[in-house]
């Protein structure tokens, strides 16, 4: 008779042979992807470097495997960015790719948890890679500290005017409770094309100057003559005795396209202003209404001055994933 319980012996050591593996990887899967673990990849080149500089006293969250927590430490208002000793600031280093992220303990904000996206986009360009590989991107959140910072004129790194430095996050916090979404885009702009843009600028905008004196001066003779014409039925057949309403027309188009030229020309002139290091050619800026025209998006609109390597998102959308005592501790 053959020898079953050999068999079977043989079977029941194979499945428990698979027990202990199918165990022990899913002990490595719990490990590999443990709650707030020290955060790695510093040295990889490839990944954008975020450091998240305001509010003091909150903790981001990024979403991964495995997620990732910092709590944001207290910086000079505005000053000095650089990493202190120790250095253990929130930090994040992300690969490109979409990432969930909230923060807690927010001033203004208190017990809420507020949930974002970071879509990080890869390099392309000679310049967007040398910011990849040698500098971060420093982000402030929505908050009621602005209210708190001592205003000490314009920023540089990256460029936001003393207004919208203060005022556009106290918007942004009221939006965030009234349920809107904030979106923040971080591009390095090549300052070369955005200088070559504010010279055909400055061409388009005396170009139209003469424009408007010939469409004007044609206006005033068509309305002259209108008040002859109109009781000429050969006028009144070929339509001449309303030319002046045709060139009133164009009047008005050559006044909306000097404005929009003009401030077209206010905005690059914001990025070059911003720009205190002459023998570069990129340079980190935050798109703010000061650099991109109302109503566009903001992607597009900064893509015309440079590349876009963060577009962060922030909404009020529950998205429960962190660890709920870890945001107890840090709202006693």
Known sequence: MPDTHGVV???????????????GLAMLAQVGCSQYPRETG???QCKTQLQFFAPPGAVV????????????????AFGNRLEQSPEEFAVFNLSPGRYE?????????????????????????????????????PVALPSEYYKQVEVAGNETFPYRGEVYRTAIDEL?????????????VFFVADLERVARIRDNTLRDLKVIERKMEYAEARFRNAYMDFRVDVHDPGANFWGTDKRFIEWEKRRQELSLEYQK??????????????DHVLIRKGMLVLATEEVVASHRDVVKAAEELGEVLLVMRIGGRHMDWS??????????
């Open 172 to 184: 942004d916090l009221h939006r965030l409770q009234q349920g809107d979404v904030v979106e923040k």
């Open 42 to 44: 510093y040295a990889d």
């Open 9 to 23: 012996r043989a079977g029941l050591s194979g499945i428990t042979r698979s027990v202990v593996l199918l165990t």
């Open 61 to 76: 969250s990024v979403k991964g495997c495995p997620p990732r927590s910092h709590q944001v430490a207290t910086y000079g």
């Open 261 to 274: 030229a003009q401030d077209r020309l206010k905005r690059v002139q914001a990025v070059l202003k911003g």
């Open 323 to 332: 660890d709920p005592s870890r945001e107890l501790a840090a709202n006693p």
């Open 101 to 137: 992220f909230k923060y807690v303990a927010a001033e203004g904000l208190p017990g809420a948890s507020v949930y974002g996206e970071l879509n990080i986009e890869y390099a392309n360009s000679q310049i967007a890679r040398i910011f990849q590989r040698r500098a971060f991107i």
